[in-house]
């Protein structure tokens, strides 16, 4: 795909708009994941509109978002990290054999007390 | 006062102790709790994707049930009121999921369309909003007096503030507010707001627990002595994930208490 049309994609998809982002680095210090990511949420937005998209792709990032919303709350200029990182992760997801979690990897991380909602969202999040 | 009630999966093994208390607690100060027919998994997490129509159907048909039964829908796990709840924003105000959603519903299902108009609350805003905390208060029985509780909200109950539309996201006071209702004395902690982890949990355990333990630290610090959570998945990461755990309930346990029903 065509580096500009990658852009209006996950663009498309995240429903946010990059291009509104002043640079105020709010999002990475409200992040409670900024330690173990790769990228950080700000740079999630400043790289979708560089259209380094393979780089996120293939960063730890995607997968250590919490969805916790904290950036998405506080972003003063509605661009929504949470939005874009979420894009970036779907369409990473949506690619022929590139799930993150498989079936077969979950009975080894259950035990007892663990709710269903836990199983749930992580399938939800780390494969399609 | 009689309400639709959607439990959703996890109150339905894990998280029983949520539910029932709920439901006592909610017979208990008169309000009939109707739980929906044949109701579906909400995914567990909101589709961020615009794109994702599939994920938002069983949200959909949900409130479609509230709506024909003319009630408003009444959530309790905050995963699943946070599903409904900004589906349900989507349905009123995105023209392309309503169209999509509905074009499916309608040609596999022969549904009638829906535009986002039955109502949705959690649990504690039936509390706040229907009951009223104060006469909340008058019906406790057994006033949970000197009794140090730090609310724990999490992430999924508050934001995003201007979808949700529960509290403020950055200082609420629902469960404070419930606290001192049931005779307790509320506990603020700076981190009450801030993410467990999540589902991080099966991911990257150190991650989940890093969260976790900053929270119960800021938390026992503050001189909280227990805490109370409306989410399975906060319950469970605060409990299993800490190093050094402090004791954490359901809200709905502690109502029931309070109003002599455990």
Request: charged residues 25%; contains cysteine; hydrophobic residues 35%.
């Amino acid at each position: 795909m065509k580096t500009e049309d990658m852009i209006k994609e996950i663009t498309r998809i995240s429903g946010g708009n990059p291009a509104k982002c002043m640079k105020c680095g709010k999002c990475s210090g409200a992040c409670p994941a900024y330690d173990e990511m790769d990228y950080h949420p700000h740079q999630f937005v400043n790289m979708v509109l560089d259209g380094r998209i393979e780089e996120l792709a293939g960063s730890k990032g995607i997968w250590n978002c919490l969805s916790c919303f904290a950036c998405l709350e506080r972003c003063p200029r509605s661009v929504e990290p949470a939005r874009i990182i979420e894009a970036v992760r779907v369409v990473t997801l949506r690619k022929a054999g590139a799930n993150h979690l498989k079936p077969d990897d979950i009975p080894a991380r259950l035990d007892d007390d663990i709710p269903q909602q836990a199983i749930t969202s992580a399938m939800r999040k780390y494969a399609k | 006062m009689k309400f639709s009630y959607y439990p959703g999966c996890t109150l339905s093994a894990k998280a029983k102790d949520l539910d029932e208390y709920g439901r006592k607690a909610a017979e208990a100060l008169g309000i009939t709790l109707e739980e929906l027919p044949e109701w579906q998994c909400c995914g567990a997490v909101y589709p961020n994707a615009t794109d994702e129509i599939a994920t938002r159907l069983s949200s959909v048909r949900a409130l479609s049930k509230a709506k024909e039964a003319g009630q408003t829908l009444v959530t309790l796990c905050s995963a699943c009121h946070h599903v409904i709840k900004r589906v349900n924003g989507d349905m009123q105000n995105n023209i392309e999921i309503r169209q999509n959603v509905n074009a499916y519903l309608h040609t596999m299902e022969g549904a009638e369309p829906y535009e986002g108009d039955a109502k949705v609350i959690h649990y504690l805003e039936m509390l706040r909003d229907c009951v009223g905390f104060d006469t909340l208060k008058s019906k406790v029985v057994n006033p949970l007096k000197g009794k140090k509780i730090g609310a724990y909200y999490g992430c999924l109950l508050l934001r995003p503030g201007k979808e949700m539309q529960m509290d403020d996201p950055e200082n609420p006071t629902i469960l404070e507010d419930f606290i001192r209702a049931i005779g307790a004395e509320p506990v603020y902690y700076g981190m009450r707001n801030e993410c467990c982890g999540g589902y991080i949990t099966v991911e990257d355990k150190d991650q989940a627990k890093k969260r976790v333990n900053a929270i119960t630290g800021n938390a026992r610090n503050s001189g909280v002595d227990m805490l109370i959570t409306a989410c399975p998945l906060c319950h469970y990461n605060l409990k299993k994930n800490a190093d050094e755990p402090l004791p954490v309930y359901y809200f709905t346990e502690l109502l029931a208490e309070a109003l002599g029903v455990k």
